[in-house]
């Protein structure tokens, strides 16, 4: 493949940390998000800890020793604890509420679709994720589920990168299919209300 692919895969994840580390080019970046979450994954899966106590000892551990440090740095002329200001900038909610923003409007673009236009694309697409989603969840609970998206995160997009030549192929061929399928599907959904109508029209004529 050459480096027009490798480009165009890297931008499409958005270019910045995270397309580098979902394609193993920052290799210590994916292998530090492998290992802890396989740690983590491990330690409340297999090994029986419960992740709201593990996470409030935590906390409680950590507020009990920079209590003591700042109490013994002042008795002691120590520096303080190393502990940064801790504020969130105006900017930073201003980027999370525009992101959140477009989401929830996606979502009611996606609703309004399938309420009001009636598209069977976007009803077929949103009742196929849905049931898989439910599918797979049968199978596995919420901190298996989270650990199989970062296992395919890490995964799926570098081996699309190494092979998309080959994927692409692959999935033209089943978009035409399924394209074909949907549209036959379309319309006969459509000669449904027409033929309600005939019918209809039919009937009032014989009344009359």
């Known amino acids: 493949m050459g480096d027009f692919g490798r480009t165009y895969v890297h931008d499409a994840l958005g270019g910045g940390a995270v397309a580098d580390i979902l394609l193993w080019r920052n290799a210590y970046g994916g292998a530090v998000v492998l290992v802890v979450s396989t740690v983590f994954w491990f330690l409340f899966e297999r090994g029986g800890y419960n992740i709201v106590a593990f996470v409030a000892n935590n906390l409680l551990l950590l507020v009990v020793i920079l209590f003591f440090w700042a109490k013994s740095a002042t008795l002691l002329n120590r520096p303080l604890p190393p502990i940064p200001e801790l504020d969130i900038s105006?900017?930073?909610?201003?980027?999370?509420?525009?992101?959140?923003?477009?989401?929830?409007?996606?979502?009611?673009?996606?609703?309004?679709?399938?309420?009001?236009?009636?598209?069977?694309?976007?009803?077929?697409?949103?009742?196929?994720?849905?049931?898989?989603?439910?599918?797979?969840?049968?199978?596995?609970?919420?901190?298996?589920?989270?650990?199989?998206?970062?296992?395919?995160?890490?995964?799926?997009?570098?081996?699309?990168?190494?092979?998309?030549?080959?994927?692409?192929?692959?999935?033209?061929?089943?978009?035409?299919?399924?394209?074909s399928i949907i549209r036959k599907a379309d319309m006969i959904i459509q000669m449904i209300p027409l033929t309600h109508h005939k019918q209809k029209t039919q009937f009032l004529a014989v009344a009359a």
């Open 90 to 179: 105006e900017e930073s909610v201003l980027i999370a509420a525009d992101e959140m923003q477009v989401w929830i409007n996606h979502a009611f673009s996606v609703a309004h679709e399938i309420a009001i236009s009636g598209n069977l694309k976007t009803l077929i697409a949103v009742v196929s994720s849905l049931w898989l989603i439910s599918y797979v969840g049968s199978f596995f609970n919420f901190l298996t589920l989270i650990y199989i998206g970062i296992l395919l995160s890490l995964s799926i997009p570098f081996l699309y990168d190494m092979f998309q030549a080959q994927v692409d192929e692959k999935l033209i061929i089943v978009h035409k299919i399924t394209s």
